[in-house]
């Protein structure tokens, strides 16, 4: 989200200023492209945000298109790219970066965990709202060819849809997200 705000504070496009900042790195801005030319333009009435992200030896770019309606945050649509090496089994990329970005929406978006007299007080799934498929936004997931050595790819699809998600609803709302979760 803070490279948003830096793009905001200099008055250019999020898009073309993360395009800058990654000329120098082929690898990154490959990813990155593929995620942004794979989402196309911005559907009418939603709102986009974007974040690339590396970990585990993996480089992950999501596009998250979303909805406000009355205050209330509806994920429509992720695009992601991920350049994780070498792939093996292209179907489970796939489904990894789609569950991990899922999971990361569910967190963000109703997961709470408060603490009482010291005791944390939801204990299991069935005190603590999870995100329910009905709220599931579609997801594409594209893969960079690579020949890099492999990379993870069991938690990378987490991280970047969270900075996605805070920069969607600045874009559609010009509120900053500063706590989780959102909901």
Request: charged share 15%.
């Amino acid at each position: 989200c803070f490279i948003d705000e830096l793009a905001h504070a200099a008055g250019e496009d999020p898009i073309d200023y993360r395009r800058k900042l990654l000329a120098h790195n082929p690898r990154f801005l490959a990813v990155f492209e593929l995620a942004v030319s794979n989402a196309g333009p911005v559907p009418p009435g939603l709102s986009r945000g974007v974040a690339l992200f590396e970990s585990f030896g993996s480089i992950v770019a999501e596009v998250l298109d979303l909805e406000v309606i009355d205050g209330v945050v509806f994920p429509r649509h992720i695009t992601a790219a991920v350049d994780c090496g070498m792939v093996v089994h292209p179907r489970t990329v796939e489904l990894q970066i789609m569950s991990a970005a899922t999971m990361g929406l569910s967190s963000a978006l109703h997961e709470r965990i408060s603490f009482k007299d010291g005791a944390a007080q939801q204990t299991n799934f069935h005190q603590n709202m999870l995100l329910q498929m009905k709220e599931a936004p579609s997801v594409a997931v594209h893969i960079v060819p690579s020949a890099e050595p492999p990379g993870g790819v069991g938690e990378v699809g987490l991280p970047p849809i969270l900075g996605a998600l805070g920069n969607a609803i600045f874009a559609a709302t010009g509120k900053r997200i500063r706590t989780l979760p959102v909901g």
